[in-house]
């Protein structure tokens, strides 16, 4: 007679058709000597300001930029708009404005100046230098022919294994400092100060960021009453998605917007809505080979405020 098959490796009845047991993954050990360095304390909201604050502006826009060398290049522009004043009145009122800007540019691996001339007699440069590897050197100015409206700042940061810092000097009597540290592999957390000598106004705040790849979530609050929280989310490599919310203390202002950055092959679509009622988006659309067409709208339906744009740009 024929030998009886073997009974089932975990009995015989209902406990046959259990699966078999999976082991359990050993979970992967976080290396806390060796986090990533976390972004700048100044970008904590940049994949959510991408989104939601697009560069809209209403008029004409015209930019050229011409390289001379691989370091040096010229650049040209041209707007002609409406600007809007200041008014005690809930109407929006509007100037016509136009102007031209010159400007050059060098960029080197270490060293960056980049500066602006417009007609009308400001003068703006950007200077980044590079001292060391972790230590880099800012400077921002922006001059003008209007008594007490030029502008200065200096900015030193430093970059670490897994943290960065930031001191900063302007005018006015102006002083900052900044630092932000990785807690774990996603998670950062920071504080900045800062000391207005002129206003005799001082300030501490500090903000939060986690991350991983499919999502960024901030937070921050301040000593100055603004209370600011942002979400981008990720839904695939050309789509992401993009909420943040601000409460005032000192005003009791309350805004939300939600936005949108969408990617496609020729052209990049970016969009939002906020709950003052304001509509906006910003077209990017490439023709051709350093050739960029460029469409904006801001709709502001309660203050009936329309603004309208589209530009050119020629030049990489």
């Known amino acids: 007679m024929g030998s009886s098959p073997a009974p089932p490796p975990y009995g015989v009845g209902l406990a046959a058709l259990l699966p078999p047991k999976e082991e359990k993954k050993a979970e992967k050990k976080v290396d806390y000597l060796n986090l990533p360095c976390p972004v ?22 015209f930019d050229f930029t011409k390289g001379l060398n691989q370091k040096f290049s010229l650049s040209h522009s041209v707007f002609m708009g409406s600007m809007e004043v200041p008014s005690q009145s809930t109407d929006t009122i509007k100037v016509p404005t136009s102007h031209y800007e010159f400007g050059a540019n060098f960029l080197d691996p270490r060293l960056m100046l980049v500066g602006r001339v417009l007609t009308d007699g400001r003068l ?26 030029s502008q200065g700042m200096f900015n030193f940061d430093y970059k670490g294994k897994d943290y960065r810092s930031q001191f900063q000097i302007g005018n006015n009597a102006f002083y900052g400092a900044n630092y932000i540290q990785s807690i774990t592999p996603n998670l ?33 609050v301040a000593s100055t009453g603004i ?41 990049r679509l970016r969009g939002k809505i906020d709950s003052n009622g304001v509509v906006a988006a910003y077209l990017e659309e490439r023709l051709n080979m350093g050739v960029n067409f460029v469409l904006s709208a801001e709709l502001d339906h309660p203050k009936k405020n329309y603004k309208f744009g589209f530009g050119l740009t020629v030049g990489e």
């Open 124 to 149: 703006n440069a950007r200077v980044k230098c590079d001292l060391t590897d972790n230590l880099t050197l800012k400077i921002n100015a922006q001059l003008t022919n209007e008594p007490h409206f």
């Open 40 to 61: 700048p304390f100044e970008e904590i909201q940049r994949e959510a300001l991408m989104s939601l604050k697009p560069e809209l502006f209403e008029g004409l826009r």
């Open 188 to 220: 950062s957390m920071g504080s900045e100060i800062f000391w207005l000598g002129h206003q005799r106004k001082s300030g501490i705040g500090f903000a939060a960021r986690y991350n991983t790849d499919k999502m960024v979530a901030t937070g921050q």
């Open 227 to 267: 209370v600011a929280l942002s979400y981008v989310q990720k839904v695939s490599e050309k789509v992401s998605l993009a909420a943040d919310f601000m409460y005032n203390h000192m005003t009791r202002d309350v805004t939300s917007s939600f936005g949108y950055d969408y990617i496609l092959r020729q052209c």
